[in-house]
């Protein structure tokens, strides 16, 4: 895995990644207790993790037990062990070209279609059933998550916002996660704002965001957002 691939000279550029969702989760208070001086959470979960520590070996880390032996930041370190590569070794695509582009250059705000779908997403029937209520909560939760759950204001630090090269992971879901997400963009349980400032822009980013979504379904994977420049 090339991560002297993520040029920081290049434009903005927002990329689903597939990944190992549960394995994000199980890392966190790892890496956190690490940075607190505790690296026994770390060296009992690479333990654990037989998988883990192998891919840490093979991308030439001698003692992956060890966290203060690693020399990466925690952003690159999240990165490098959770994302989901080919045979090759390569990054798995989610979705095609088309979406995948689309998805990664929106023209609005911060140029993450998941903020633009936040901010202008509403209840389908605000008088409906409790049921489509719940279901928008929902949606906008694990939309959340997924575009902010590893920023600076949920997690009170920017060590995964100011990785090598540029890289700053945003937030994750979970493959569990990217299935209710899916069914919930599918349903009919929410709309879109009369403020909406681009003509067709929720349509257009959620479709694409669907296609990503569908295809991290059927790999039974995760999903990590970040952003790069």
Not at 105 to 128: A, K, L
Not at 171 to 179: C, D, H, K, P
Request: hydrophobic share 35%.
């Amino acid at each position: 895995m090339d991560l002297d691939g993520l040029d920081g000279s290049t434009s903005p550029f927002i990329t689903l990644d597939a990944c190992d969702g549960t394995l994000v989760a199980a890392l966190l208070p790892a890496l956190e207790a690490s940075q607190a001086g505790d690296g026994s959470v770390w060296s009992k979960l690479v333990s654990d993790h037989t998988a883990l520590e192998a891919r840490l070996r093979q991308q030439g880390i001698e003692n992956p037990e060890n966290r203060s032996t690693i020399p990466w930041d925690d952003a690159t370190l999240l990165f490098t062990a959770v994302i989901e590569l080919t045979r090759e070794g390569r990054s798995v695509p989610l979705g095609d070209g088309k979406a995948r582009e689309r998805i990664g250059r929106f023209p609005h705000g911060d140029g993450s279609p998941i903020t633009y779908m936040i901010e202008f997403m509403r209840p389908n029937d605000q008088r409906g059933a409790l049921t489509e209520r719940i279901g928008m909560d929902v949606i906008i939760g694990m939309l959340n998550q997924l575009n902010y759950g590893l920023c600076d204001q949920h997690v009170g630090h920017q060590r995964f916002n100011q990785g090598r090269a540029g890289m700053d992971i945003r937030g994750y879901l979970t493959s569990e996660q990217v299935a209710h997400l899916r069914r919930g963009l599918s349903g009919r349980g929410w709309s879109v704002t009369a403020d909406e400032p681009i003509d067709g822009g929720m349509r257009d980013a959620s479709k694409n965001l669907l296609a990503i979504l569908r295809a991290a379904e059927r790999r039974d994977v995760g999903v990590l957002l970040r952003s790069h420049s």
